[in-house]
């Protein structure tokens, strides 16, 4: 076989492994595009499945009337949990009377705050490198509570595997490390939220 047949053949080759490949790398590029961007929706009480009646993606959650239980975490009107992964095929349960925005993630930075540290003040899920530095940090929390305790972990920045977990029932301070990519999932409470917390990071320099 003479050079420019060899040119052909492998012209002919590389087309149709194209066409082959073509719409998987389509589909992975659109599922990126709506995982980063979903459409805002509002929902009330029922049973909603991801990808048939909410896009997959990444939102932050905001009651904007009344109480209702989403996903068995108890939220009345403007608390907010943000960060939150919706995967194809997902089951999002709500009860109760009241509406809920979902809007895409705004991955906002947190702002160092006058005393020296970074304040938490919504449940969620935090990207360290985008919206925390990364770094060690001293984790503590402000507030009074008679029935939960705080709840925090780091998760993996790929699959959100739990790498290290924190448990306020058991010590008040914790020395974290924040690597970038990390995920830092912030529970003011596992099953309710309560605007008397607040979730403290001061960084050691």
């Known amino acids: 076989m003479n050079k420019f047949k060899l040119t052909i053949f ?3 080759v590389g ?3 194209f066409i082959i490949v073509f719409p998987y790398i389509s589909d992975l590029i659109n599922n ?3 995982l980063k961007n979903p459409e805002v929706v509002t929902i009330k009480s029922g049973e909603y499945i991801v990808g048939d009646d909410i896009q997959q993606g990444i939102y932050d959650v905001e009651v904007i009337s009344g109480k209702v239980k989403f996903m068995q975490r108890e ?3 403007k608390d907010r949990v943000l960060g939150v992964n919706l995967h194809n095929g997902e089951h999002v349960q709500i009860k109760g009377q009241g509406k809920v925005k979902l ?3 705004n991955f906002e930075s947190i702002e160092m705050s006058k005393s020296g540290q970074y304040e938490i003040h919504h449940s969620g899920f935090y990207e360290i490198g985008l919206q925390l530095p990364e770094g060690e940090y001293v984790l503590s929390y402000k507030g009074k509570t008679d029935k939960e305790k705080p709840f925090v972990q ?3 920045s790929n699959n959100r595997n739990v790498l290290h977990t924190y448990d306020f029932h058991n010590k ?3 020395k974290i490390p924040l690597k970038k990519g990390n995920i830092l999932e912030i529970n003011k409470f596992l099953f309710f939220e309560s605007d008397d917390i607040v979730i403290n990071l001061k960084p050691l320099y």
Do not use: G, Q
């Open 10 to 12: 492998a012209f002919i």
């Open 32 to 34: 990126y595009r709506t």
């Open 15 to 17: 087309m149709c492994s």
């Open 172 to 174: 008040d301070i914790y």
């Open 75 to 77: 939220l009345s009107a």
């Open 103 to 105: 809007s895409p993630a």
């Open 154 to 156: 780091i998760l993996s």
